[in-house]
C-alpha cells in the first residue's frame, strides 16, 4: 500500500462547480498535512497546510481526520484558473515529505 | 521563504552520457531534498543533500548513479550518471527551511531527455 493515496481523477468540472479531493495516509505517526498545486511543466506550490480543526483560504477549504487518516480538499465556486494538478502531501516527524500520485482537475467554460 | 534557481533548465543528451544539475539558493537552508518527477507521475525523493557530509539515498537510489555535492549551505548539484532513456524526467531541487513545519520550497525543474 502506498503511503500516501488520493483520488485517481482526472476530474473535468464546469465553471462554477464544487469539487472536493479525497487523500488518504498509512502512517498514524503523521504529522504535518499540506496540499501543493502544480501546473503543467512548473513546480509544485504550496496551496494549503491542513490543521486538526480544518482551515479556510477564501474558496478552498482543508480538512483533516486523523482518527481515518484522511485529509480533503474542497474548491467552491471553480476558475479556469484552478485546472491544475493536486498533491496530497504528508510529514512526519524527522522524516521527509511524502507526496500523494496527485489528483488532476480541468476547468472547463 | 526561499528563491531557487536550478541549471540547466532542460537538456538533451545521448545515452552513456552524464549531466550534472545545479541548484542555487538566495538563503542558507540545512536540508536542500532532489526528487525525481517522471511524466504523468508525482514526485519520488532520490536523496537528502547533507551539507558536509554524504547524501542520504532513498531506496532504489544509489550513489554511483546519481552522486550528490553540497559544498555549502546555499549550492547543490545532482549529477545524473551514464544515462538511459529511462532516466528522462524532471529533476527538481527542494529545500525545507523550517525543519518541516511549513513547506518546501522548489526549484523550476530541469527537464531532461535521453536519446
Known amino acids: 500500500r502506498k503511503e500516501v493515496e488520493q483520488d485517481p481523477g482526472p476530474f473535468n468540472v464546469p465553471e462554477g462547480a464544487t469539487v472536493a479531493f479525497n487523500c488518504t495516509y498509512s502512517?498514524?505517526?503523521?504529522?504535518?498535512f499540506f496540499w501543493y498545486r502544480q501546473d503543467c511543466r512548473k513546480e509544485p506550490k504550496l496551496l494549503m497546510s491542513?490543521?486538526?480543526s480544518g482551515n479556510e483560504d477564501g474558496r478552498f477549504t482543508a480538512q483533516l481526520n486523523r482518527a481515518s487518516q484522511y485529509i480533503s480538499l474542497l474548491i467552491r465556486d471553480s476558475k479556469l484558473s484552478d485546472s491544475a494538478t493536486y498533491l496530497c502531501v504528508v510529514k512526519n516527524y524527522g522524516q521527509n515529505f511524502v507526496f500523494g500520485p496527485g489528483t488532476r482537475l480541468s476547468v472547463l467554460p | 521563504s526561499a528563491v531557487i534557481s536550478q541549471k540547466p533548465s532542460r537538456d538533451i543528451c545521448q545515452r552513456g552520457t552524464s549531466l550534472t544539475i545545479q541548484c542555487q539558493v538566495d538563503s542558507q537552508v540545512t536540508m536542500m531534498f532532489w526528487y525525481r518527477q517522471q511524466p504523468g507521475q508525482s514526485l519520488t525523493l532520490i536523496a537528502t543533500?547533507?551539507?558536509?557530509?554524504?547524501?542520504?539515498?532513498e531506496s532504489g537510489f544509489v550513489i554511483d548513479k546519481f552522486p550528490i555535492s553540497r559544498p555549502n549551505l546555499t549550492f547543490s548539484t545532482l549529477t545524473v550518471s551514464n544515462m538511459s532513456p529511462e532516466d528522462s524526467s524532471i529533476y527538481l531541487c527542494?529545500?525545507?527551511?523550517?525543519?518541516?513545519?511549513?513547506?518546501?520550497?522548489f526549484g523550476p525543474g530541469t527537464r531532461l531527455t535521453v536519446l
Open positions: 527542494s529545500v525545507d527551511p523550517t525543519g518541516g513545519r511549513y513547506e518546501q520550497f
Open positions: 543533500a547533507n551539507q558536509g557530509s554524504e547524501a542520504t539515498y
Open positions: 491542513v490543521y486538526s
Open positions: 502512517n498514524s505517526a503523521s504529522q504535518s
